[in-house]
């Protein structure tokens, strides 16, 4: 892995880049096609480590998944029956673990489902917690309720089952999917205010287009059965998160950047980050096709904003919010001290590197910019090897000298792109 990366600053960007494929639909995409039992093409699936690590593990569970001209034919279904257990090791990638920890306790076999060091930092325990309350046989092979799990499968039982879905809406997610292959269906009760709720919608969509029967209850609660029959494609759309930090370069560079391949309208928990961008002084044109941002004359305006619903643009945001002139707010962000890296610290940590007051509370952090006159010597940008953060610190590094930006490599666990995109928009000269 490279240890660092330097983007001498640019004059501007400009240019037009098609967003990469969605890493969340990738993944939702995977699952059931792995629990149908017809073959399914997966057109323009993501290509990163997340979504390998996934297609590592239903491979691992039984599923077929193959190689086609336009991405790739996946057919279940799940289940692989031993009396040793099936290792499952998700990489770096939390979607994929906590999909599978419920998936695995909804079909046959032994499993144990790890991660890499990073992830078995992360908290499970109240999916773990749920997936007991339905029936599942699910056992902590170290601290409790953190990854490494013991599974066994076919345990989860049909019902209704409530889950603490304030630390991560994937909990939600996770319990759906696994619905489809339970019996009887299963009801999922979320309770505590849902993080990143608009994926939960995603997971509601993803469901509907494979066919299930998804209903929601004047409770909060949703229902979720198997249905007859399912697609035979499912086209994958472009990615929100990866195209964020494009729309916030044309305020901090300045210049005119956009991004094709993006569904609008969108239900997409990041589309609404587009909104925060327009009220910071970027001008932003959405169109069915492409959506374009340009920087307006004059200073950027900080922004006071509940980000609780699109967390993952939310280092994105914050690099173009050190770029304001006065105080910029996140509120309702709690939840990212559980992704890849504690990200309100990581936040923190670029805005010291640029020289810009950033102070965390409860739930939030206030970022006061823009950062004083350039300094001559070479600052490291602390990423914790987290692809949101690196991404964050790139933005950073357009309109800033001499920052050095660490573990550039791992924005491969969803855009390995991201850089050669980057680059063919920078305007140097």
Known sequence: MTDYLVLPPVRAVRGRVAAPSSKSATNRALILAALSPDSVEIVRPLDSGDTRALVRCIRAM???????????SVRGPLGRPSREDVVLDAGDSGTAARFLAAVAAAVPGRYRLTGSEQLLRRPMGDLVAALRRAGASVESAGAEGFLPLSIRGDTLRSGAVPVDASRSGQFVSALLLAGVAVEGGLTVRPHGVVASAPYVDTTVDALGAFGHSVARGADGGIRVERGAAGPSTYEVPGDWSSAVPFFAAAGIAGGDV???????????????????????????ERDAG???????????TPVSVEARDFPDAVPSLAALAIFAAGESRFRGISHLRWKESDRIAGVEALAAAAGVRCVAGDGEIAITGPPPPSRNAATRLPTFEDHRLVMAGALLSLALPSLLIQTPDCVGKSYPGFFRDLETMLVRD
């Open 258 to 284: 956009s991004v094709t391949g993006l569904r609008w309208p969108s239900r997409d928990a990041d589309a609404r980050a587009l909104d925060v961008v327009a009220s910071m002084g970027v001008r932003v």
């Open 62 to 72: 039984g599923a077929a998944v193959g190689e086609t001209p336009s991405g790739l």
């Open 290 to 300: 492409e959506i374009r941002a340009r920087a307006l004359r004059g200073a950027l």
